[in-house]
């Protein structure tokens, strides 16, 4: 089997994936897109899982590598890293809205799932979510606020991107304007709590 193959394979199931989401996506669907028997699919491919899989990390891991880069960068404060960090995620949201809800969804929506594609989807939400909580860990001091703003900066991002895929720039300065008010809330809240210790 040639290496053309299976990228044709990907390609269309990359397609047909952030179409239809993965539940709905079928092998049939990626096959025809591809031009290929059913059959040739199984010959890289066990299952619809695993294709998947190959996919979602793919994405999730250019994704993580982007927002890694961005954290690390010494020369931005930590608002201009959450800015870059929601350019970034607003596009890809925009450009891969199934794979983006895949990822921000509860990962234990289906706990009795435990497919490669589903175990892709965990671990994908997991890195995205570590990632935010560091950034967003250095505008608070209280931890619990920080996992509810991660939570709630999440939700925006997906919410706003989906239902305004052409206004990027509106949407980053909805979602900036939401990520002040949360750092003045956390600023109130320590505030607050250092005077009830004093």
Do not use: C
């Not at 079928?26 to 699919?41: C, F, L």
């Not at 965990?122 to 950034?135: G, I, N, T, Y």
């Amino acid at each position: 089997m040639s290496h053309s193959f299976q990228q044709r394979i990907l390609t269309a199931a990359h397609k047909i994936f952030i179409e239809k989401g993965y539940r709905q996506a079928d092998m049939r669907s990626i096959a025809k897109e591809a031009g290929i028997a059913v059959g040739t699919i199984y010959n890289y491919y066990p299952n619809k899982a695993v294709l998947y899989q190959a996919i979602l990390v793919q994405q999730s891991d250019e994704l993580d590598h982007r927002i890694f880069q961005i954290t690390r960068d010494e020369e931005q404060t930590s608002i201009e890293k959450l800015q870059s960090i929601t350019e970034l995620l607003l596009a890809f949201a925009a450009s891969h809205s199934s794979f983006w809800r895949e990822i921000v969804e509860d990962p234990q929506r289906n706990a009795e799932m435990r497919d490669e594609g589903h175990k892709a989807q965990m671990q994908a939400h997991e890195q995205l979510k570590k990632h935010l909580l560091s950034v967003f860990a250095e505008f608070t001091a209280q931890s619990a606020w920080t996992e509810r703003h991660v939570l709630t900066y999440m939700a925006a991002v997906t919410h706003i991107g989906f239902f305004f895929p052409d206004q990027q720039e509106e949407n980053r300065r909805y979602v900036m304007g939401l990520v002040q008010h949360m750092i003045d809330q956390s600023a109130f809240e320590d505030k607050a709590e250092k005077h009830i210790h004093e």
